[in-house]
């Protein structure tokens, strides 16, 4: 009876880590998807950013090439 109790904990023991290791796996898969879209993210920032300030530049220089003329 008790190497019977010893092999069932054993048997759980076996499925309660395969569960863990699982669950370790699609953590950690979402945490990769996440900084991935986070980095996507920061790129589009900052190309939107740069677009905006050279658009700005351009628009400032054009202004004062009239102006001067």
């Given at each position: 009876?008790e190497?019977?109790?010893?092999?069932?904990?054993?048997r759980?023991?076996?499925i309660i880590?395969t569960?863990?290791a699982?669950?370790?796996?699609e953590f950690?898969e979402?945490?990769?998807?996440a900084?991935?879209k986070?980095l996507y993210?920061?790129?589009?920032t900052?190309?939107?950013?740069t677009v905006?300030?050279?658009?700005s530049?351009?628009?400032?220089?054009?202004?004062?090439?009239?102006s001067l003329k």
């Amino acid at each position: 009876m008790e190497s019977l109790i010893y092999s069932e904990v054993a048997r759980l023991e076996g499925i309660i880590n395969t569960k863990i290791a699982e669950v370790k796996t699609e953590f950690s898969e979402q945490i990769s998807s996440a900084k991935q879209k986070a980095l996507y993210w920061l790129l589009g920032t900052a190309v939107a950013t740069t677009v905006t300030i050279l658009s700005s530049i351009w628009a400032m220089m054009n202004f004062m090439l009239e102006s001067l003329k």
